[in-house]
């Protein structure tokens, strides 16, 4: 399976159902997927009467030209209680077909569903994929599980190492594409969220020629006293500066924890990516949710004619509020998580320098010995390559986190009298 420039391999026979860029979807269902309400823009589409839509299972709807690994990778993720979003096609009661781009959120007793119309260009890839997928089940059997892992896999060849990651740029493509359409502003706090990416991968990058280069100076200290023992007697010069040198430097190989997460199996970076992610589509999510309940508010149905349909408006409210305290949250962790890997790479530099120290000591010596030092030579030269590999490093950690912090404060969400809103509950 592969991403191509085209969706021509996923045509249907039929025509498409129209509605317009502007419109949204919305409908919920108990825990069964059993339809509770929806608004006009749902029932009209579909071409179901209400009679027939309440009380029907969702997958009324579900078009057989979806794959049934995107469903499990649907339904593994709001087993756990979290907020999904994923392309999919559908059909109307009269054979015609429509997409969109739904994000649906577990909530107390069932489901919401918000559904946009997809117009970015991942959403021409993502057709051609499903269709690939869809081929692969039908002509090899694939189960659902089977499939949905084909999906995952196609997905990590792209850069994406979850599909959590995915659907965070898909959302925030089809916003920006939305905005476009319909003449708006992009919004600036999700631009600056999107614009966070590309520096929080160089900065994995950067972390990741650290922890290289620690790890290829820990042979030095050896090599130094192996050249000691053939230049001067047991307790010499070199031998006290190849003790002390591999003493700083298991300390500064320690100080490396703060550049990982607590239990160490992954950096601090790839930490704050995943989250990250996480806030750029529960940013997107909110602002769609903001959307259903201010401009569709009127057209919302409830599940049965006379059923007091400000419970459909809580449950949105609540959402919306969900959302904007988890996208809030995000922010505030990775600011404070950046401001923390900012401290501990001034700190590391710190100790290199006092390092860097022993090297100098080093070099002196070798110039006392003369030409006897020749043999001690190429382990000052991996030293002198080393620190000036070291500083840079650093000095690159220190500049991408800080334009890392940058960019979270312009993200961030602001109080009334523009401050900055740093707290969340």
Same mark, same amino acid.
């Given at each position: 399976?592969s991403?191509?420039?085209?969706?021509?391999?996923? &045509?249907?026979?039929r025509?498409e159902?129209?509605?317009s860029?502007?419109?949204?979807?919305?409908s919920?269902?108990?825990?069964?997927?059993?339809?509770?309400?929806?608004?006009?823009?749902?029932?009209r589409?579909?071409?179901?009467? /209400?009679?027939?839509?309440?009380?029907?299972?969702?997958k009324?709807?579900?078009h057989p030209d979806?794959?049934?690994?995107v469903?499990?990778?649907? /339904?593994e993720?709001?087993?756990?209680g979290?907020?999904t979003?994923?392309?999919?096609?559908?059909?109307?009661?009269?054979?015609?077909y429509? /997409?969109?781009?739904?994000?649906?959120?577990?909530i107390?007793?069932?489901?919401?569903?918000?559904?946009?119309?997809?117009?970015?260009k991942?959403?021409?890839?993502?057709?051609v994929?499903?269709?690939?997928?869809?081929?692969l089940?039908?002509?090899?059997?694939?189960?659902p599980?089977e499939?949905?892992?084909?999906?995952?896999?196609?997905?990590?060849g792209?850069?994406?190492?979850?599909?959590?990651?995915? &659907?965070?740029?898909?959302?925030?493509?089809?916003?920006?594409?939305?905005?476009?359409?319909l003449?708006r502003?992009?919004?600036?706090?999700?631009? &600056?969220?999107?614009e966070l990416?590309?520096?929080?991968?160089?900065?994995?990058a950067?972390?990741?020629?650290?922890f290289?280069?620690?790890?290829?100076i820990?042979?030095?200290? &050896?090599?130094?006293r192996i050249?000691?023992?053939?230049?001067?007697?047991?307790?010499?010069?070199?031998?006290?500066?190849?003790q002390?040198?591999?003493?700083?430097?298991?300390?500064?190989t320690n100080?490396?924890?703060?550049?990982?997460?607590?239990?160490?199996?992954?950096?601090?970076?790839?930490?704050?990516l995943?989250?990250?992610?996480h806030?750029?589509?529960?940013?997107?999510?909110?602002?769609?949710?903001?959307?259903?309940?201010?401009?569709?508010?009127?057209a919302?149905?409830?599940a049965a004619?006379?059923?007091?349909?400000?419970?459909?408006v809580?449950?949105?409210?609540?959402?919306?509020?969900?959302?904007s305290i988890?996208?809030?949250?995000?922010?505030v962790?990775?600011?404070?998580?950046?401001?923390?890997?900012?401290?501990?790479?001034?700190?590391?530099?710190q100790?290199?320098?006092?390092?860097d120290?022993?090297?100098?000591?080093?070099?002196?010596?070798?110039?006392?010995?003369?030409?006897?030092?020749?043999?001690?030579m190429?382990?000052?030269?991996?030293?002198?390559?080393?620190?000036?590999?070291?500083?840079?490093?650093?000095?690159?950690?220190?500049?991408?986190?800080?334009?890392?912090k940058?960019?979270?404060?312009?993200?961030?969400?602001?109080t009334?009298?523009?401050?900055?809103?740093?707290h969340?509950?």
């Amino acid at each position: 399976m592969s991403f191509q420039n085209s969706a021509t391999a996923f &045509s249907s026979n039929r025509e498409e159902a129209p509605f317009s860029i502007d419109e949204l979807f919305f409908s919920r269902t108990d825990e069964r997927g059993v339809i509770a309400a929806g608004n006009e823009v749902f029932r009209r589409i579909s071409e179901y009467s /209400w009679q027939e839509l309440v009380g029907a299972p969702h997958k009324i709807i579900r078009h057989p030209d979806m794959p049934k690994g995107v469903f499990y990778i649907l /339904w593994e993720r709001l087993k756990k209680g979290l907020a999904t979003g994923a392309y999919v096609k559908n059909r109307a009661k009269d054979g015609r077909y429509y /997409w969109v781009y739904a994000v649906i959120s577990p909530i107390e007793g069932g489901y919401v569903s918000v559904r946009m119309k997809p117009s970015s260009k991942v959403f021409s890839q993502a057709q051609v994929a499903y269709a690939e997928a869809l081929k692969l089940e039908e002509n090899e059997g694939l189960t659902p599980e089977e499939s949905a892992a084909k999906i995952r896999e196609v997905l990590r060849g792209l850069g994406f190492p979850t599909y959590a990651a995915f &659907s965070s740029f898909a959302i925030a493509q089809e916003m920006a594409a939305r905005d476009a359409a319909l003449a708006r502003v992009e919004d600036g706090r999700l631009r &600056s969220m999107k614009e966070l990416l590309p520096r929080l991968h160089d900065l994995e990058a950067e972390q990741q020629k650290l922890f290289t280069a620690f790890a290829k100076i820990r042979g030095i200290p &050896s090599n130094m006293r192996i050249v000691a023992s053939r230049l001067e007697p047991a307790g010499g010069p070199i031998s006290a500066i190849s003790q002390n040198y591999r003493l700083m430097s298991d300390e500064v190989t320690n100080h490396l924890g703060g550049f990982r997460v607590e239990n160490g199996a992954q950096s601090m970076t790839e930490s704050v990516l995943s989250r990250v992610h996480h806030g750029i589509f529960m940013m997107a999510a909110a602002r769609l949710q903001r959307e259903v309940k201010m401009v569709a508010l009127e057209a919302f149905l409830t599940a049965a004619e006379g059923d007091d349909f400000k419970h459909e408006v809580e449950v949105l409210t609540t959402l919306l509020d969900a959302y904007s305290i988890d996208s809030g949250a995000v922010l505030v962790s990775v600011f404070n998580d950046v401001t923390a890997l900012t401290r501990s790479a001034k700190d590391l530099r710190q100790l290199v320098t006092g390092l860097d120290s022993i090297r100098v000591l080093c070099r002196v010596e070798a110039g006392r010995l003369g030409a006897n030092s020749v043999s001690l030579m190429p382990v000052i030269d991996q030293l002198d390559k080393f620190h000036i590999e070291i500083d840079a490093t650093l000095e690159r950690i220190m500049h991408l986190s800080e334009r890392v912090k940058t960019l979270v404060e312009a993200a961030m969400p602001r109080t009334t009298n523009g401050s900055l809103h740093y707290h969340y509950s």
